[in-house]
């Protein structure tokens, strides 16, 4: 019989080494350690792989799947791609969650026990994760993270709600999307901001390929191939001109986004998903997020774990 607490974790990565280790170390040193942790090595050029050898052969229950290079970080779809790579290589109903997890983060010692005793509690909740944190002028600051969304990073799945809606989708947005989708399919997406569930993100968010700035104007072209609401996503870009790069990082943002519009970029081929997605936006504009997200829970159809 699968044990209730059987969960697997798959990290694609690329070119790690800078950050990997205290990765690792923080899995390896989780109160509730996963049943199997799958690497993807998504054809790495530096010391990654070496890497991957010492602790593979510490643990037996890393496994770690090799890609070819493909000369270049791929983020968005790429990432997910390599995702898959790795969930293809288990059968996945050994496990009642799943985590996808990258190799840049400092995980708390409780934090997968802590989501599957909240999950375990709550059997609506599909997608769940802790709070990213970064470390700026000595200090730990809150990346600022909605509490409706599961944190792309270190996003953990029920995987009946992992199947439900379909896996993710092979975009930039991914990890909004599925937070919607599992919404949309009368589950819950939440992430919580306690101190057992704070992790340290150990590179700045968007800034893994070409700059931060780059990072930033994907992110408005994955939010147009969303379908987010323009109105919303212009509130969102203002938000984030508060933190670094101050001002000019919600700009990029905006420029991704209008130069997708303009360009008529491909959207997301779910018209009611999309519907439901600025349903939602735009009645959080009127009353805010957690008001918003809280009425469509009121209202769902509760799913059976």
Known sequence: MTSPRRYVVISPCRNEAQHMQRTLDSVVAQSVPPALWVIVDDGSTDDTPNILVEYTARHDWIRVVSKPDRGHRAVGPGVIEAFYAGLETINLGDYPYLCKLDLDLDLP???????????????RIGTCSGKPYMQRGGALVSERRGDEMSAGMAKFYRRAC????GGLVREVMW?????????????????????????E?????????V???????????????MGSDPFYYL???????AEPPFVLGGLAMLQGYLGAWLRGARQLEDPDLIAFIRAYQRRALRVGKAQAVAEIDANAVPQRA
């Open 109 to 123: 010692p409780r934090y997968f026990e802590c989501l599957m005793e909240r999950m375990e509690a709550e059997p």
């Open 175 to 199: 990890d909004a999307i599925d937070c919607h989708k599992a919404r949309a399919n009368g589950w819950r997406a939440v992430s919580w901001d306690v101190p057992d569930l704070r992790f």
């Open 211 to 225: 700059s931060i700035y780059e990072g930033r104007r994907r992110h408005g072209r994955g939010q147009y191939f």
């Open 201 to 209: 993100h150990l590179r700045p968010m968007g800034s893994s390929e």
């Open 162 to 165: 992992f199947e439900d809606i």
């Open 235 to 241: 509130a969102t870009c203002v938000f984030r001109m």
